[in-house]
């Protein structure tokens, strides 16, 4: 039982010997993704428009904390994450951004007055 439960050890310890990185990119950050800045760059734009028009929207998000924030506070966040090398999250990031920023252009190009017929 001993011999078996060495070598069982002997054997997990081999096995995560291989699992560590050797990488020459070990310990730094991952290289950024061109197509990452071109999404970041279309994301600062249609900020910078909603911005200008007035219709900034405030989003509720996990990354930002409990209050609501602007999305250029989260653009500031999903630069950040991608900077760290964290893709999936700045790309959950920039869709958020990207259809708060439609949206609130849709709000602007909307006339904001109901019309009632007369009766």
Not at 4 to 30: K, M, N, V, Y
Not at 33 to 61: S, T, Y
């Amino acid at each position: 039982m001993k011999k078996l439960t060495a070598s069982l050890l002997a054997g997990a310890f081999i096995s995560l010997g291989g699992c560590a990185s050797t990488g020459a990119e070990s310990g730094t950050a991952a290289k950024a993704d061109p197509g990452m800045d071109a999404a970041i760059k279309q994301a600062e734009a249609n900020v910078a428009a909603v911005k200008k028009a007035g219709f900034e929207w405030r989003l509720i998000d996990k990354s930002a904390g409990k209050k609501s924030v602007p999305i250029s506070k989260l653009l500031k966040l999903a630069k950040a994450a991608a900077k760290k090398g964290d893709t999936a999250e700045a790309q959950r990031l920039l869709d958020r951004i990207n259809f708060a920023a439609e949206m609130g252009m849709k709000q602007h190009d909307h006339p904001g007055k109901v019309y009632y017929p007369p009766r």
